[in-house]
């Protein structure tokens, strides 16, 4: 199977770097040309529980001369999903499959805009990667699992074969006829850690020794237990400390939530797909949800003083 990871950053480098060194026939994509170029020159460095590992990995940060692929993974910021798309029409073909693994909600129907319904995969993932420098990055891999599945609920062989490609490289993975589900369990895990790490600044080790943190992470996944409720979905572990203890399994002290690596990048955060995710959907259902309001707010209240532009979802 051939594979592109559109947004090889920390998490795509992760997956596409544990791919190549399956020997799977994957190209990651980036626009950060420093980190690109790292990885044409020296390859990909990936940290584990072991220690560093290099694999030599296909790199580019556009998709010129690159043939159609059997498989785009989309893994780029939530605001880029649709111009990425765009730009990655040479890898389509016939044939293609796009897949989101992007964090928070409504990735898929952004994706179906530009490529079809009929070639959408959803999937969510329990993987985590930080970027330590270009082209070298965490692989939090041990004991995660990917989730895919069809948007209308079958059970088909094509997202059973890319299952099986990824659990060959190692990756946990697992198909679904419910992934509409899984996709708000995941929600759960983004909204425990993502905005408290981003605003309090703290790695995994430091914010899970936090209990005032903790607390407010029980609340705010609570709420948006509260919401998916209300929307009729039904969540696999409806229990907030269960969501806030399986978003560290196998991540290291060091593992910064990807929010938190944005604003350290002066990048935009993610937080109108997750928390603000949460808020929108809470308003439309009826159910107040003043703890991820206020989290959202934080987190923009933290862009602006970094002067940090924000892209409108």
């Known amino acids: 199977m051939r594979i592109a990871i559109l947004g090889a950053g920390a998490l795509g480098c992760a997956i596409g770097g544990t791919l190549a060194e399956a020997g799977v026939d994957v190209v990651l994509l980036s626009r950060d040309a420093p980190h690109v170029e790292a990885m044409q020159q020296r390859g990909l460095t990936l940290r584990g529980p072991r220690g560093d590992r290099v694999v ?23 605001y880029h999903t649709e111009a990425a798309i765009r730009e990655a029409a040479p890898l389509v073909g016939p044939g293609t499959l796009v897949m989101s693994l992007q964090n928070g909600m409504g990735h898929e129907d952004v ?22 420098g270009p082209g070298h990055v965490i692989a939090g891999t041990a004991g995660k699992e990917t989730v895919i599945g069809e948007l209308d609920g079958r059970i088909s062989e094509r997202a059973e074969r890319v299952a099986a490609t990824f659990r060959r490289a190692g990756l946990e993975t697992v198909v679904t006829g419910t992934i509409m589900a899984t996709i708000w369990d995941k929600l759960l895990i983004n909204v425990a850690t993502g905005a408290v790490s981003a605003i309090s600044r703290l790695p995994y080790g430091a914010l899970y020794r936090c209990e005032p943190l903790h607390r407010v992470a029980l609340e705010a996944v609570g709420e948006t237990i509260a919401v998916a409720v209300a929307a009729g979905v039904r969540l696999s572990r409806p229990d907030p400390e269960a969501a806030w203890r399986k978003a560290a399994e196998g991540l290291p002290d060091d593992f910064k939530a990807s929010m938190l690596q944005s604003l350290e990048q002066g990048q935009p955060t993610e937080i109108d797909f997750i928390n603000g995710a949460v808020v929108r959907a809470g308003e439309r259902y009826g159910v107040p949800t003043p703890v991820n309001r206020t989290l959202v707010a934080c987190v923009k209240g933290i862009e602006q003083a970094l002067d940090i532009t924000r892209a409108t979802p």
């Open 56 to 78: 030599p990995v296909r790199a580019a940060s556009d998709c010129a001369g690159l043939a159609p692929v059997d498989l785009v993974v989309v893994l780029v910021k939530s």
């Open 111 to 132: 994706l179906a805009v530009t490529v079809g319904r009929d070639r959408v995969l959803g999937g969510k993932t329990y993987l985590g990667g930080v970027l330590l």
